[in-house]
């Protein structure tokens, strides 16, 4: 028979076993973690009508997007987890209680130019809340307190927030007289870490045509120093020019305030006036969060307040506060980068019990009362020489082995063996139950991401 | 504005919040159970090469696949999870280590019918057991122990698993002649169940042209009664006659054997003859899996053993044994038949905390303790009159709901109201954690399927 080339397309992350089980543990810390905050799980099509999914029609990503016909229908794949929540709210608003919480883990589609690092197919993990009319501003305060929970549970430390406030921004433009020009503006200002301020200044000069002393003014703003306190006190200096931008710069205090008593140690967040977020429905808070020492990933969590989510469905206002993690990325660059623990148990299985006599009753029987007590067990049952089967212990690196042989049958006991010690003890079942799991409490003790 | 009108796409399930949060526990238990036999969770694109994913070419199915192009490439979605691993197997076969374990639950595509209960975006939820070269039978009594654990820690009781053995099956089709006759002979057996042994045998008899008495035979044959022991002895008096039957038996036999070892109570399987599943790669042990009370529903867990996993990408000879849930017809099922439990907390939050003072410090502290241990809160931040309050926390079903005013701030204790029982007491936080830990243990004491 001819064979066709097995292979899996550019662009999709197809994980091997062991990095997998890896993967599966940070999701397994970010579903608790999400739920530890009162947000229900959701999980909607990967497909949707091409006319609800692109309502909003345009922008950058249309020409990423998987579309195709099925029958007479005009189909395409999601392309980030917001417009199918936004559809998901407007559809059922009738049956949801607000203030609506969801967090949702799952697959989106962009047809980007293939490069290494950059995906078509990826994981987004988002959690929203969605106010119906109205959304208070505590919202706002807990959200990055869920970045924080999330990214130590996983066992990140270098890592720090980032938070601004949109209606600073847009007041501060409006003070200038550069509100016309906002989003440009603010596009130019969302690159200043990238470009530095030089650039910066340049495109707003020469392609927007900012005055000169306008730019250095913003720049000047942006770029305000003395941390969190020194930059409330430089909103503190602007105020009573414009009610936008009073607004904002109440909205951000209250928010650094909360954030503390939501336990966001100091050190874990600062206040970044150069953060706008490119896209256009933010509308208060802010968020990006940096790995201190990989700044050129760029933000691994961001996400924002907006007033209006669902607008292409629906004439009710939807106000909304929300992040999302970008986690296939996230992934592959922790893996780059030597983050990934690779110290926890990575094996399918916690104990490999190698039957050492033809009838098989009694290795299946111990089998049976370790995965009764938690152990995930694995039986080795094929016909091989012994030298094989500890070598597939030995590759899959699973941690301990039980040998099971006539003497053993007889007195009643497992010869249990430690494999990374090669330590080696006879012990009753009960006994080696314990042993196991004490063993897997060691290994496992640590977090999935290694931070020193 | 004009709006585009909301709605999910026709077969596509998309659940609210309090059944989503059922059948996420439902995938928990899934992951738990399949992790506890010793398998690698998998996780594979859903959008491959046509070439690739079609490489077995025509069939039934085909005609379902969405297909579709993107820039020059020609891609289809999977219509299940075997193509996918056959794939995943062939390609990283020098990374594994063998017998390869894996489990995958996930998303599959099928443009079928619309229509009521079936759907065009479901999930599988299955596992693999893929050797190189060659498996050992053991591991056809191993799966049906997971297909009964797994079935039993979700709560299912009333159900049987049903096995065959396709070399039993050939043998005998051989030992009456019919062995060019043994794919539609079995097709049609298949349907015994659905539409009697008449209406079998007329087909057998009027489309394929089978002896009336051979017919009668084979029919008698399947039909044997006195369950696994009865069945054992009829196989034990057609010994000799043909090698393959002789060897099925002696499978059929080592499997029934291990599988009560394994821990699979004999009322909860029983010797089938006349399963024989449709697919054509299926060579030895196959299984199926009936509600006792449901027949009409047909198989909820289907599988068996098969010789060459990969044959259209390797010449590596890969045989494997697995099983396959339909989890999402599943899912449908249980609700419209009741089985769900619906005493377990399917609210996204353990406690719900209303503060009654405006400043919200007191409140913060709180809900970050009760979510330090473990205990999945939500904080009202909304202003809103207390009616409003209490009612969120009653639409969404919430266990407890915590009460924080002056008095309560200023005596160290929070107010806790159980509101099934409407029991209010003022405690200290440490308490509250106790009480509200120890109501949830006895409110999802159950399981996630009720089935008395």
Redesign the interface.
Known sequence: ?E???????SG??????AP??Q??RIMQVLRETY???????????????S??LL?KGGGETEKQI?R????D?D?SLRFDLTVPL???V???YG???F????FQIG?V?R?ERAQRGRFR?FYQADIDVI?DG???I??EA?VP?IIY?TFTSLGLQRFKIRINNRKVLNGFFAILGLTEKAGDVMRTIDKLEKIGAEKVKTILVEDFGVEAATADELLKFIETPGGTEGILAALESYKGKNEVFDLGAEELKTVAT?MQ???VPADHFEIDLTIARGLDYYTGTVYETAMLDHPEIGSICSGGRYDNL??????KQLPGVGISIGLTRLFYVLGEQGYLNDQMNKA??DV?ILPMTDD??AA??T??AL?ES??????Y???KKFKHKIG?AD??GIPFVIFLGEDEINAGVVAVKDMESGEQVKISLDEAAKLIHDGLAKKNAGKVICDK
């Open positions: 028979m064979k066709v080339k097995p292979r899996t397309l999709f992350m197809e994980l091997l076993p997998q089980v993967m599966e739920a530890l905050y009162g947000f229900y799980p959701l999980d909607t099509p990967l497909i949707e009508s006319e609800v309502a998987y195709f016909t099925k029958g229908s189909l936004a559809k998901y407007a559809q059922h049956e949801l209680t203030p609506f919480r969801r697959k589609y047809g197919e106010g109205k959304l208070d505590i919202n807990e307190s929970k909360y008593a939501f336990g669902a607008e292409y469905y629906t004439d399918p299985a490999l098989m009753g299946i029987k089998a049976t995965r938690g152990i995930r067990t694995q039986l049952s094929e016909q597939y590759k899959l």
